[in-house]
């Protein structure tokens, strides 16, 4: 016998939920065969096997709470070179010896029924959301065209594969009438007089967290908030003449978010009281700039961080931007991908924000807020003209920084982003 736990699940998370078991009782699995999903604070990561056999027992719940180190399941090693008496799926009879040996591709292929009950077992991994919609919906992920990373399959392609057509061989004339009626009905009900209907979720444990530091921060910081408008029409410019040259040598293109991580490195250097963390009754000074980047994903708001970012060029900022954005999308990002940070950088400019009031990041003392960029009538050698402008937001906690520190670090960040070449001399 071996036991299932919960591993550790990285720096500050102590605590998961049993998402979905993507086993049974009784189900054979395999060496570091997925078994179980589990979701963090951070991310949903899935938990395998580390001796083939038998499932045996399942002590853990879907919905359980768990901690880490905790008994998830028992696996029977004796039954690792046996047949289970009872194959997962009954539509194929087949389906026990493809799991005992799996490395049989060509008799997988060949009976794609054997597929369907083990998404774990598909070439294509599929991301926590796709495979919760694909058993809510009971879609054939093996039959799903993933676009995500090697083949991933994620949860637009299996809505997408919901929608075209239930039966790919039918006539076109059968699914047409069908498809709009289905979902049109529940929408356009008309609500019946003193009906007042509610539903009631679970928060997940992200969102859980999202909201016990947002409110952890504002109860435990000093938190103030400065704000500043920067005239975006020389690095606007600068990006305009670079862009088609950047993205021919480099293979990435060129956004305005390296401009502010460079230029706020160069601000944290000549003001490090915002690149450190209260200790107790010590001030920590971070000689390192690990530049967390905010990034909304579906289960709500995560950080992944820059390391060392001051050692990084242009293109690999750039690079690792879209990286963590794809992979924020896509739900891969990792533990490690999350972990740690100095200094956060948050853009609501992208949802169309024009002036926000960013939250702390703990144990960070600052956190800089991008916004919408709106060209804007403002006075300039005596005269009125029209100029991209972006209100840009800091907030600090004044434990530890004082108001003078704050306004002066965002009044070189707007100089250093209003005149792109101080950020040659600074780097």
Partial sequence: MSNIVVPQLGESVVEARVAKWLKKEGDRVEVGEPVVELETEKIDLEVGAEHGGVLASIKRQEGDDVKVGELLAVVDDAGAGAKPAAPPDAKSATAAPETAKAADAPARAADPGARTPDPGADARRATPTAKRIAKEHDVNLG????????????KDDVKNAMRPSAAPAAPPATPSPAAPSAPAAPVQRRRAAGERSEQRVRMSKRRQTIARRLVEAQRTAAMLTTFNEVDMTAMMELRERRKEGFKKQHGVGLGIASFFVKASIAA????PQLNAEIQGEDIVLKHYYDIGMAVGAEGGLVVPVLRDADQMSFPELE????DYAKKAQDNTLTLEDLMGGTFTI???????SLLSTPILNPPQVAILG?????ERAVPQNGQVVIRPMMYVALSYDHR????????????????????????????
């Fill in 370 to 374: 991008l916004h919408k960029i709106e």
């Fill in 319 to 322: 690079q690792a931007i879209r």
């Fill in 346 to 352: 948050t853009n609501g400019g992208v949802f169309g």
């Fill in 400 to 427: 530890i920084v004082d108001g003078r520190e704050a306004v002066q670090f965002l009044v070189k960040i707007k100089e250093y982003i209003e005149d792109p070449g101080h950020l040659l001399l600074e780097s």
């Fill in 143 to 154: 039959a799903v065209q993933g676009t995500g990373a090697a083949g991933r399959v994620m």
């Fill in 268 to 271: 944290l250097r000549q003001f």
